[in-house]
């Protein structure tokens, strides 16, 4: 045998493996190219595609007031003395509970999410951008004997004391607050106001 005959049949051993080889390395990496764009996408969006849920932006209703940060009470609901406040929800707190509705919704085959909106924090969503109507979130929410159980207590809260004047002047520049109007569903009363 020849040195040239030798070097040709080491070179066609050779060259397909060389071949295969590149080929192994090109689909790596297209794999690791793949992974790369899922991880651009962003993790809601890949997650939403794992899950085969689409969230479409949420339709918020502009006929429906937008909740202030701070909420007036003419008594603290979590105490038993004292007079008029303001109470403002803690972030986690917020978080938690929309966390807990998720979850019930999900248990009552509801797929939503919920505090999206910042003007309603507590609001729920459904994947086409509705929000859950009220029978549904009421069904979600009751207990074993129909009865709406909410799980909240006063470390949820930022707690304000009110003077009579304070509350006066929170209740002029705030008039959807007013006692009777309902958070902005029923117009606010003018009489005891009339000096906003």
């Known amino acids: 045998m020849s040195v040239d005959s030798d070097v040709a049949a080491v070179r066609a051993a050779l060259l397909p493996a060389i071949a295969r080889d590149a080929r192994r390395r090109r689909g790596r990496r ?17 997650v939403a595609a794992a899950t085969g849920v689409i969230w479409s932006t949420p339709k918020i209703d502009a006929g429906v ?38 979850a019930k919704l999900a248990t009552a085959g509801v797929t939503a999410r919920c505090g999206t909106d910042a003007g309603h924090p507590l609001a ?31 470390q949820d809260y930022d707690t304000k004391p009110l003077t009579a004047a304070e509350a006066h002047a929170w209740l002029c520049a705030h008039p959807t607050q007013r006692p009777g109007a309902d958070g902005g569903e029923k117009p606010a009363p003018t009489e005891g106001y009339e000096d906003c």
């Open 65 to 102: 007031p937008t909740v202030p940060e701070w909420t007036y009470y003419a008594h603290n609901p979590f105490s038993k003395d004292g007079g008029p406040v303001l109470l403002h929800r803690h972030p986690d707190s917020l978080a938690k509970a929309n966390h807990a509705m998720e």
């Open 124 to 154: 729920c969503f459904l994947p086409s951008g509705e929000l859950v109507d009220g029978a549904t979130m009421s069904a979600a929410l009751a207990g074993p004997n129909g009865i709406v159980v909410i799980d909240e207590g006063p």
């Open 30 to 46: 297209l794999w690791a190219a793949g992974l790369a764009v899922i991880a651009l996408l962003g993790g809601s969006t890949a």
